[in-house]
């Protein structure tokens, strides 16, 4: 009937069906009851009210778990079947659009069966309601049309005399129900088929009402008199904004008014369609209470009063308004509830479950369960870095990159920073054995100046010595940068002051290594290597060799230089803060440089360890090289297979290994011939 293309000059005053479902879908949602079961009659009313609120519960994301059609005949059968399943039937929301008879009778089927904590949600409902008289196995809910005052009606029906109208069967039928009276059949024919109920007297007409049975009348038994009542109304007002045109001015071709006074023609074609314009754009309120206009499809706002079943000390049971559902009002504001004021069955604070599938609590997602409506599912914790922080979340998120999931998956923490500090167990026996590498270098450095006028530490040139001496010590404490959190300074310091050192103190054995080879040949006869035998040129070579890595180390700095950064990749669980190198390049050239000289001193030495002398610097150097190659040679695979605090302990370990492997291949020995054989690092003894 909301169609105007068959029904352009249809109005209604009073709720449509859809309207309901709506109204049924929103009480639904505002409880949680997502998964429910829905009780038809199977005819035009219940067929079409059981689309419309199946398509309503579809979009409001509710899942029917049934539908059944109650015939309008011989369906005694129908609810036996009813009585049978009812117990198998998980949803606790049932939503009824059955005659007050049938549901009746549906009860009666189920009072001697187990199927309590059902919630029935009816449509309009009063106390006189047979159904309410099974409060231990039914919990109604009524979403019914809002009922409202009719002005004078009560001083109308106060003063009512049935004899006065006595061909108005509708009085008669009034006032029985009121009275609880039957009329003479022979007075009332249109009642002559129906069975009266025993005990019911018979009308006279002279019946008088209270006041305390209007007012339960006007409240309980007149929804359909208060639509009559405003559909007159409405006509009223259309009749008033047509008497109230003007000339000129009217909605009609060439600005004309219809002629109020047309109306009692009956040939008059157009009239009624003029009226009907002015019906259609009625706007008035009653009393202040109930706004009234019609909308594009001829239907007034649809405004359903809440109705909860309770049941008093006595055993009876009685409606309480709970809310309202005004379906014009603006989204999400449509439903107005007061919990205070409901009463759930057996004293309940919080209203029943009625769902397919409990919640899933946050750190978890929904897994849909195959062949299964949308409303069942399971329920999956999240994978490590995804979270859900609430219910019912159909997937989990991913946490940030630099995020990771808590042990509860509901929230998103920072991943702990990951480096090698000095409070860790790797990190204070690095610290160690740096500090203490170094004393030792610094303790022999002191033996060496304190005997450097000993034949012995004149024959391996003191200030070559001194110099990988002091280069030793600084490569051990170098490996200190590498710990801590890493920060600009230390990055720019870590690879460049571990490339220079190591740079100064292989110079300074590439050169002590020519200094071997030159003096045995310098003592030949007529060599003339004798000239290049001064110590300012050893120290030059040092110099020249150490200030091409200084060279590379600052065009490495001035192009592209290390920096902090974060490994959010490697380890998923953590980040890694390390030091980027910036320009690879730079980085494998100042490895590449160190090698190239530690290779160029490893083969000079091997030439010339069988160089004839009982202590044969060549041998101790060949050596130490040897230990300085194999260490770095395995640096590299190692170095660049780890990541994190792996990566950076590997290069403290090849550090302070290749540093300690020079100290003690090259001056351990000379200390111990220095210190415990006093007088055994005589020249004579040098030469034998």
Same mark, same amino acid.
């Given at each position: 009937l909301s169609d105007k293309t068959q029904f352009p000059s249809f109005l209604r005053t009073i709720p449509n069906d859809q309207s309901w479902s709506h109204s049924v879908?929103?009480?639904?949602?505002?409880?949680?009851?997502?998964?429910?079961?829905?009780?038809?009659?199977?005819?035009?009313?219940?067929?079409?009210? /059981?689309?419309?609120?199946?398509? &309503?519960?579809? *979009?409001?994301?509710?899942?029917? =778990?049934? %539908?059944?059609?109650?015939?309008? #005949?011989?369906?005694?059968?129908?609810?036996?079947?009813?009585?049978?399943?009812?117990?198998?039937?998980?949803?606790?929301?049932?939503?009824?659009?059955?005659?007050?008879?049938?549901?009746?009778?549906?009860?009666?089927?189920?009072?001697?069966?187990?199927?309590?904590?059902?919630?029935?949600?009816?449509?309009?409902?009063?106390?006189?309601?047979?159904?309410?008289?099974?409060?231990?196995?039914?919990?109604?809910?009524?979403?019914?049309?809002?009922?409202?005052?009719?002005?004078?009606?009560?001083?109308?029906?106060?003063?009512?005399?049935?004899?006065?109208?006595?061909?108005?069967?509708?009085?008669?039928?009034?006032?029985?129900?009121?009275?609880?009276?039957?009329?003479?059949?022979?007075?009332?024919?249109?009642? /002559?088929?129906?069975?009266?109920? &025993?005990?019911? *007297?018979?009308?006279?007409?002279? =019946?008088? %009402?209270?006041?305390?049975?209007? #007012?339960?009348?006007?409240?309980?038994?007149?929804?359909?008199?208060?639509?009559?009542?405003?559909?007159?109304?409405?006509?009223?007002?259309?009749?008033?904004?047509?008497?109230?045109?003007?000339?000129?001015?009217?909605?009609?071709?060439n600005g004309t008014c219809a002629n109020i006074w047309d109306f009692q023609s009956s040939n008059c074609c157009c009239c009624c369609y003029q009226l009907l314009y002015y019906i259609k754009k009625v706007h008035f309120w009653v009393y202040h209470e109930k706004e009234v206009a019609f909308d594009a499809n001829g239907d007034s706002p649809a405004v359903y009063d809440i109705l909860n079943g309770q049941e008093t000390l006595q055993k009876s049971v009685f409606l309480v308004n709970i809310g309202v559902v005004d379906t014009m009002g603006l989204s999400g504001k449509e439903l107005t509830i007061n919990e205070s004021a409901i009463i759930w069955r057996g004293d309940q604070s919080q209203a029943p479950h009625s769902v397919c599938s409990e919640s899933c609590l946050p750190g978890s997602s929904q897994i849909p369960r195959q062949g299964w409506p949308h409303c069942c599912f399971d329920c999956r914790p999240c994978e490590k870095g995804y979270i859900s922080k609430n219910r019912d979340m159909e997937r989990c998120e991913k946490c940030p990159e630099d995020q990771s999931s808590n042990s509860h998956r509901n929230h998103c923490v920072p991943k702990p920073e990951v480096f090698l500090g000095y409070e860790e167990p790797i990190g204070m026996a690095t610290t160690c054995v740096a500090l203490s590498f170094s004393l030792l270098t610094i303790f022999i450095l002191g033996v060496f100046v304190r005997h450097r006028g000993s034949p012995l530490v004149r024959a391996n040139n003191a200030v070559l010595s001194y110099i990988l001496l002091i280069s030793l010590a600084l490569c051990f404490l170098s490996s200190l940068l590498f710990l801590g959190h890493p920060t600009k300074v230390t990055c720019l310091l870590r690879q460049t002051t571990f490339g220079i050192v190591f740079t100064m103190a292989i110079s300074s054995i590439f050169s002590k290594t020519i200094t071997v080879i030159f003096a045995f040949q310098a003592t030949r006869p007529g060599s003339i290597i004798r000239k290049w035998m001064r110590p300012r040129i050893y120290n030059s070579v040092v110099i020249i060799f150490s200030s091409i890595q200084v060279t590379i180390c600052a065009i490495w700095l001035g192009t592209s230089p290390p920096f902090p950064a974060a490994d959010i990749q490697s380890q998923p669980g953590n980040i890694i803060i390390e030091c980027n190198e910036g320009s690879v390049i730079a980085f494998y050239c100042v490895l590449s440089y160190m090698g190239f000289l530690a290779l160029g001193s490893f083969l000079v030495a091997f030439l010339a360890k069988n160089l004839p002398d009982t202590y044969n610097e060549a041998k101790f150097i060949t050596f130490s090289m040897l230990v300085f190659c194999s260490v770095w040679i395995s640096f590299l695979p190692t170095y660049q297979s780890t990541k994190g605090k792996a990566m950076v302990a590997v290069e403290i370990f090849s550090i302070l290994a290749s540093s300690a492997g020079l100290l003690g291949c090259i001056f351990v020995p000379k200390c111990y011939m220095i210190l415990f054989r006093l007088n055994g690092h005589t020249h004579k003894l040098l030469k034998r």
């Open positions: 879908a929103l009480v639904l949602q505002y409880f949680g009851w997502t998964w429910v079961g829905i009780m038809a009659q199977d005819d035009d009313f219940g067929n079409q009210a /059981s689309y419309f609120l199946s398509d &309503e519960l579809k *979009k409001a994301g509710i899942c029917r =778990e049934f %539908l059944m059609n109650i015939p309008t #005949s011989n369906f005694h059968e129908k609810f036996q079947y009813v009585a049978r399943t009812m117990g198998t039937i998980s949803a606790k929301a049932i939503v009824v659009i059955l005659n007050t008879f049938s549901f009746s009778l549906m009860l009666k089927q189920l009072s001697g069966r187990d199927v309590t904590g059902k919630i029935w949600i009816r449509r309009n409902i009063d106390e006189s309601d047979i159904a309410l008289s099974y409060p231990n196995i039914s919990q109604t809910l009524a979403i019914s049309r809002q009922r409202g005052r009719i002005k004078g009606f009560s001083e109308f029906a106060g003063h009512l005399q049935v004899d006065e109208i006595p061909e108005n069967d509708y009085i008669k039928r009034f006032w029985g129900k009121i009275f609880n009276c039957k009329w003479p059949i022979q007075e009332l024919p249109c009642l /002559s088929n129906r069975t009266e109920p &025993e005990g019911s *007297k018979f009308c006279t007409g002279k =019946e008088h %009402l209270q006041g305390q049975t209007i #007012s339960s009348l006007t409240l309980n038994t007149l929804s359909e008199s208060y639509g009559a009542y405003v559909a007159t109304y409405s006509i009223a007002h259309a009749l008033q904004d047509l008497s109230s045109c003007n000339i000129r001015e009217g909605p009609f071709g």
